[in-house]
T-cell receptor
Framework: DAGVIQSPRHEVTEMGQEVTLRCKPI?????LFWYRQTMMRGLELLIY????????DSGMPEDRFSAKMPNASFSTLKIQPSEPRDSAVYFC???????????FGQGTRLTVV | RKEVEQDPGPFNVPEGATVAFNCTYS??????FFWYRQDCRKEPKLLMS???SGNEDGRFTAQLNRASQYISLLIRDSKLSDSATYLC????????????FGQGTTLQVKP
């Protein structure tokens, strides 16, 4: 298996633009997580899905952020409109069950200028 | 109070030293515990799971104290290649699998 695949690896965009981050979890994994990492705040859980259903989105910063998981093999995290303070590394991770370890993608490094 | 707390360090130790990290968690219903390692500009990777009875993997030993709600990681005979950030991870409880990460502890092993 190729592991968790995220795209793009790097994204530079202007303030106000829409940004879409993509994730393909490991086949057969039932849980999918979106995290954001910054130096100041560390790894923050934004939202996670179980069997394609959003379970907890309390970590989503505000209405500008939205996430979807239309099927078991694909998820998106969208920021509209983007702001400079959204600049961070965004990680997607998946796990086989609710209690097992999560495997991470390589992340998307987002810079909003 | 944060759900998972770690001393951010940095811990600067010489090669061959033994170093220990602790982590506390707030949700007593938590059921799964892990240590992850993260290298600079890389994704976190699983180092080891933490079991109630304690477990060892080579130079690494992890322990769980449910009564005091803390987890520890011991690294013996540290190597230069052990330099990284070590993240404590806790499943927040219930059957929903919410994995919460600590801020991480930075270890720098020096020659």
């Amino acid at each position: 298996d190729a592991g968790v695949i995220q795209s793009p690896r790097h994204e530079v965009t202007e303030m106000g633009q829409e940004v879409t981050l993509r994730c393909k979890p490991i086949s057969g994994h039932n849980s999918l997580f979106w995290y954001r990492q910054t130096m100041m705040r560390g790894l923050e859980l934004l939202i996670y899905f179980n069997n394609n259903v959003p379970i907890d989105d309390s970590g989503m910063p505000e209405d500008r952020f939205s996430a979807k998981m239309p099927n078991a093999s694909f998820s998106t995290l969208k920021i509209q409109p983007s702001e400079p303070r959204d600049s961070a590394v965004y990680f997607c991770a998946s796990s086989f069950t609710s209690f097992s370890e999560a495997f991470f993608g390589q992340g998307t490094r987002l810079t909003v200028v | 109070r944060k759900e998972v707390e770690q001393d951010p360090g940095p811990f600067n130790v010489p090669e061959g030293a033994t170093v220990a990290f602790n982590c506390t968690y707030s949700n007593s219903a938590s059921q799964s515990f892990f240590w992850y390692r993260q290298d600079c500009r890389k994704e976190p990777k699983l180092l080891m799971s933490v079991y109630s009875s304690g477990n060892e993997d080579g130079r690494f030993t992890a322990q769980l104290n449910r009564a005091s709600q803390y987890i520890s990681l011991l690294i013996r005979d540290s190597k230069l290649s052990d330099s990284a950030t070590y993240l404590c991870v806790v499943n927040s409880g219930g059957n929903t699998g919410k994995l919460i990460f600590g801020q991480g502890t930075t270890l720098q092993v020096k020659p």
